[in-house]
């Protein structure tokens, strides 16, 4: 019996797993979840460019500081092809969004 129960429960999971989707919504999606996508973006860019002081198109570990508490500790994690720079993909932690 416990052991049928947890083998549907491990099935359900699985099939939740599979189905789900990305919490990154695309910025041509029609309705809501389009402009709820279109505007994080505006927002993330215009953080990211007040944050970027040099305009070189990446933040440097001082630049990710002085924007976000969270970033400067994250910073490590964050930039995944560790050139010590998190470029636009690396600050919003994804690749849907174009610059």
């Known amino acids: 019996m416990i052991r049928n129960t947890l083998l549907g429960l491990l099935v359900c999971c ?3 797993t599979a189905t789900a989707q990305t919490m990154v919504p695309k910025l041509d999606q029609e309705g809501r979840k389009g402009e709820v ?3 994080a973006r505006q927002k993330a ?3 990211f460019n007040a944050a970027d002081s040099d305009k070189d198109g990446r933040l440097s570990p001082q630049e990710a500081a002085n924007d976000s508490h969270y970033l400067a ?3 490590s994690e964050r930039d995944t092809n560790h050139d010590g720079f998190l470029s636009w993909e690396e600050y919003v932690g994804h ?3 174009e610059k």
């Open 95 to 97: 690749n849907r969004w």
């Open 45 to 47: 860019q215009e953080r």
């Open 14 to 16: 699985m099939a939740f």
């Open 37 to 39: 996508a279109r505007l």
């Open 73 to 75: 500790e994250k910073f």
